[in-house]
């Protein structure tokens, strides 16, 4: 008879396995079989754990985005230090975890595919893990601005921030062509969180063009 431990084994298993197959094919691609194969385990595991694909798929893709997210104890914290030291400190956590390593570069992908191509799941995740990563962002962008979370110039800047990371993060090889310079000038996390600390709040600072009036 097989332990907890041994069931909690299984079910990494098989997110894992799913989270290689659905990165490489797809939700439609992945095939149960497949994956139950590549998890070396038996059918009846799957249906025991997960009920069906479209729950794995689930728990798949909410595994990517909570290893791609604030965690929720972070949050409050980041609010009670002083808003640019936060911004930094959010932004060096980030490069450190984002930077893809072997066996980790399912749980982008699969982000990737569900941004590209949204199923049901879409509105949960923007919901639970995209939304709230992005409010305590404007917030901290705000606070060190001395302006609000829904101007535009902080929303246009939490955007950019979103864009400029995964630049950085995801697509390395890319920038050591397309910016050499750039990226030999980054040596750390750290001096990469800077550099995008400042550009942000720069930008935040800068109204948008109408919204200068509203003001």
């Not at 110039?153 to 950019?160: E, G, P, R």
Request: glycine share 6%.
């Amino acid at each position: 008879m097989g332990t907890v431990k041994d069931s909690e084994k299984t079910r990494a298993k098989l997110i894992e396995a799913a989270g290689q197959l659905f990165a490489e094919r797809g939700y439609d691609g992945a095939k149960v079989r497949d994956i139950v194969q590549r998890a070396d385990v038996h059918l009846s595991a799957l249906n025991y754990h997960f009920g069906s694909k479209a729950a794995l798929y689930r728990e798949v893709v909410r595994e990517a985005c909570r290893s791609d997210s604030i965690p929720v104890e972070a949050r409050n914290r980041l609010l009670e230090v002083k808003p640019r030291s936060a911004l930094l400190e959010l932004l060096t956590a980030a490069m450190d975890a984002g930077t893809v390593t072997p066996g980790s570069e399912w749980k982008t992908a699969v982000l990737t595919w569900e941004l590209w191509k949204p199923s049901q799941l879409f509105d949960e995740i923007v919901r639970d893990y995209l939304k709230p990563d992005a409010d305590i962002i404007a917030r901290l962008i705000a606070d060190a601005t001395g302006s609000k979370p829904e101007e535009e110039a902080v929303q246009l800047a939490v955007i950019t921030l979103f864009g400029a990371l995964d630049a950085l993060r995801y697509y390395g090889k890319a920038l050591d062509v397309i910016a050499p310079q750039l990226a030999a000038s980054l040596q750390s996390p750290r001096e990469i969180a800077a550099r995008l600390a400042d550009a942000v709040l720069a930008a935040a600072r800068t109204p948008v063009e109408g919204e200068e009036g509203a003001r």
